[in-house]
């Protein structure tokens, strides 16, 4: 299969519903990952640190801010891979705010149509990013929007030229994951990155890849299968993801 073909699938690791209500533990290993996909986002076992997959690579930006190669036997509690190519470029100038880039992907993807994923690769010299870690945990899991009280690490990272990688979700993917867009940052140099809150881009490209697919692997556990998802989890997501 290539790399364009199999790009049009997004593989989901479990659900961002159960990573809010505290399952951590971890149920794909990175070397899994790799073979669905060279880029993507998510988070590690425990909850340590956040995931970031770029140009087939997976890389942890844990409580600290320090960037680690991911050792493939780590396991992942939740993530969205996909192998990425290009279909269309959009040339960027002094982006202000995360914002402003999503306000010029709503109308790029509108041309294509709202109800499909898309892959987005943003590079360029950023001139801010407002990114954010959490510190591992340790059993018996608090849920996550407990977790972000107090175990939130930010970063204000400046004058650096990276890779956001980025995932649109279309308004039915409500119950499996967030509608709308969730990045995460990599610095080229890789000392750098993490969950995106806000950006200021002096000068870049946006790439878009559509993915018409999903493939959905949930965690073969008892304690996974015992989650009660009768809650209305959108206010907490909205306040996880920022």
Known sequence: MSARAAGRTLFQAALLQSLILGHYEGSVEVKDLKGQGDFGIGT?????????????????????????????????????????????????????????????????????????????????LFEKVYARSEKGQQKPYARLDEVM????????????????????????????????????????????GGHVFDICLKEGKAEFCLLSDLKLKLPRSSNFGKIDFTEDLDKAVKEVEG
């Not at 997976?58 to 409580?63: L, R, S, T």
């Not at 050792?71 to 100038?93: E, I």
């Not at 690490?153 to 990276?162: K, P």
Request: proline share 4%; with cysteine; glycine share 10%.
């Open 44 to 124: 590690f076992d425990s909850l340590d640190g956040e995931l970031v997959m770029c140009q087939g690579e997976v890389y942890q930006v844990n409580g600290k801010g320090e960037v680690k190669e991911a050792d493939d036997r780590w396991k992942v509690p939740f993530a969205d891979v996909f192998f990425f190519a290009a279909d269309r470029t959009l040339p960027l100038k002094d982006i202000s705010s995360l914002e402003e880039l999503r306000q010029q992907a709503d109308a790029f993807i509108k041309n294509w149509g709202p109800n499909y994923f898309y892959g987005i690769r943003v590079h360029g």
């Open 149 to 192: 009280k107090k175990d939130q690490v930010e970063f204000h990272l400046e004058h650096t030229e990276g890779t956001l990688i980025g995932l649109y979700c279309p308004s039915f993917m409500g119950g499996l994951n967030m509608p709308g867009y969730h990045f995460h940052y990599l610095s080229d140099d890789r000392k750098s």
